[in-house]
């Protein structure tokens, strides 16, 4: 069975620090998608990255980065020099290759930034 | 604008009181699902579709129905909705499906109350 858990449930800091958010995963398969949303306060789910399980390229995108370590099987997310508007529930997600697609979800980390 | 749309976004209602919720798409997309989202649990898939007359249960099916009768329009049926049925239903959408998994694009969300 697929898992995905985010171990922190809510991260505080302030304006301009750099901020992670871990995302351990568990699959059978040998290939998969892992991906990234963000949850704003008005509620809407906002795609920011889909990493295949054979690349294992950091990926940076502004002031997001991603480190993806099959070794350990994590995902994890890091933002440089957070802003307010980076407050949001971030949730890392999990899909097979193909097949049902079905996103298996962690369960979420709230980031505040605060000013 | 390519988009999915979900009406209505909001809905309050008792016990037995069948509704549907609307899904549409405007991307020619295949691939097409519904989450519910409850707190500490991260977004649950109920139903997935591959394609027009092709449906599944996802993990959480108990208490809906869905039909897929165009490509563009999903909609998740309430026959008879329970208090526990209250939560954030997401629907989804993707390119394709079976051959490879896509990005999934989130629709704006339903927040549903059943009393």
């Known amino acids: 069975a697929q898992k995905v858990t985010q171990a922190q449930t809510e991260i505080s800091v302030v304006e301009k620090e750099d901020v992670t958010l871990d995302c351990v995963y568990e699959t059978r398969d040998t290939t998969y998608y892992l991906f990234w949303y963000k949850q704003p306060p008005s509620g809407e789910l906002v795609f920011l990255i889909r990493r295949n399980s054979f690349d294992e390229q950091n990926e940076i995108s502004g002031r997001y980065s991603w480190n993806f370590q099959k070794s350990t099987s994590s995902f994890n997310f890091t933002i440089t020099a957070s802003q307010v508007v980076d407050s949001a529930v971030y949730f890392c997600a999990l899909s097979s290759w193909q097949g049902a697609q079905k996103l298996v979800f962690g369960q979420g980390t709230r980031l505040t930034i605060n000013p | 604008e390519a988009q999915v749309t979900q009406n209505p976004r909001y809905l309050i209602t008792v016990t037995g009181k069948k509704l549907t919720v609307t899904c549409s798409q405007n991307m020619n997309h295949e691939y097409m699902s519904w989450y519910r989202q409850d707190p500490g649990l991260g977004l649950r898939q109920i139903y997935y579709?591959?394609?027009?007359?092709?449906?599944d249960k996802g993990d959480v099916p108990e208490g809906y129905k869905v039909s897929r009768k165009e490509k563009r329009n999903f909609p998740l049926i309430l026959e008879s909705p329970s208090p526990n049925q209250t939560s954030l239903y997401f629907c989804a959408s993707s390119l394709s499906s079976g051959r490879r998994t896509d990005t999934q694009y989130f629709g704006p969300g339903t927040r549903l109350t059943v009393l």
């Open positions: 579709s591959m394609n027009v007359e092709v449906t």
